[in-house]
């Protein structure tokens, strides 16, 4: 077994937010996930949980917790909805399918020597960046493809 080595309530404790059961269960199923979710995803994992919760509820804890920097929000490219995730404060990007809204993880960061050569070029101290990649997963991909061949037929 994995070692749990974060520890909620601590981690609620530090940022001066009261521990409740829902917040630690949000904060949990947000730090599990391995992509960003939606606020409508997070209310279904937690009905899962625990029943006596509401979506304002949800949405009010992830307001907090991003202001926070518990979770970062974000906004999903083709539909403007927002994606919260748990902040690891270690630095990743995801690739976005925009067929069946699919995260991929990237590990490698492609910015890190761009960024090494615009300090150095323009003396520009860059503290983050954001990058998004979007297209189509091997699924859609094909999906798509096989339906473009039916067109012709026609
Ligand atoms: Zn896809
Ligand atoms: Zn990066």
């Known amino acids: 077994m994995l070692e749990k ?6 981690l609620l ?16 199923i947000l730090e599990e996930s391995d992509s960003p979710k939606t606020a409508e995803q997070i209310f279904m994992s937690l009905k899962d949980k625990t ?3 509401d979506m304002s509820t949800v949405y009010r ?7 926070k920097n518990l979770v970062i929000k974000s906004n999903r490219v083709d539909d403007g909805k927002a994606l919260y995730e748990f902040n690891h404060h270690e630095h990743k990007h995801h ?9 991929i993880l990237i590990e490698d960061c492609p910015i890190g020597e761009l960024q090494q ?16 990649i979007y297209g189509y997963c091997h699924d859609c991909k094909n999906f798509k ?3 473009a061949h039916d067109g012709e037929d026609v």
């Open 5 to 10: 080595t974060i520890n909620y309530k601590e």
């Open 13 to 28: 404790k530090r940022e001066g937010i009261k521990n409740t059961k829902h917040r630690t269960a949000i904060l949990e």
């Open 51 to 53: 029943s006596s919760i």
């Open 61 to 67: 804890t992830l307001d907090t917790f991003a202001s």
């Open 95 to 103: 690739l976005l399918c925009v067929g069946c809204h699919k995260l």
């Open 117 to 132: 050569m615009l300090k150095r070029k323009i003396d520009f101290d860059i503290t983050g960046h954001k990058l998004e």
């Open 145 to 147: 493809m096989a339906s």
